[in-house]
């Protein structure tokens, strides 16, 4: 079982940015960011496998960047250029087969329990 924490949420103005960070119980290969907004469906919004390979959903290309440090099992996304749009839940998310990159629309096994990331315009 791979406890993760988020950390890192608040409330910025637009055009600001945010670093969110999330503390895995241990290495996982794959990790990832999920958001999901009020009356909204959970959506990916980074993934990296290892400390290589990342994926990033559209709406956050060029404005978002995740990052692992697998010496602290730590995951992180740093948000810049924030928007309304930005505003959700942030959670953490693990997969539990060594060595395997998922995607965004994979199964995910483990999760955090979220940071709130509000924008104000």
């Known amino acids: 079982q791979v406890h993760l924490v988020e950390s890192g949420g608040g409330s910025v103005q637009a055009g600001g940015s945010l670093r969110l960070s999330c503390a895995a119980s241990?290495?996982?290969?794959?990790m990832a960011w999920f958001r999901q907004a009020p009356g909204k469906e959970r959506e990916g919004v980074a993934r990296i496998c290892d400390v290589g390979s990342t994926t990033y959903a559209d709406s956050v290309k060029g404005r978002f960047t995740v990052s692992k440090d697998n010496a602290k099992n730590t995951l992180y996304l740093q948000m810049n250029g924030l928007n309304a749009e930005d505003t959700a839940m942030y959670y953490c998310a693990a997969g539990d087969r060594p060595g395997y990159c998922l995607s965004l629309r994979s199964h995910w096994t483990y999760w955090g329990q979220g940071t709130q990331v509000t924008v104000s315009s």
């Open positions: 241990e290495y996982t290969y794959s």
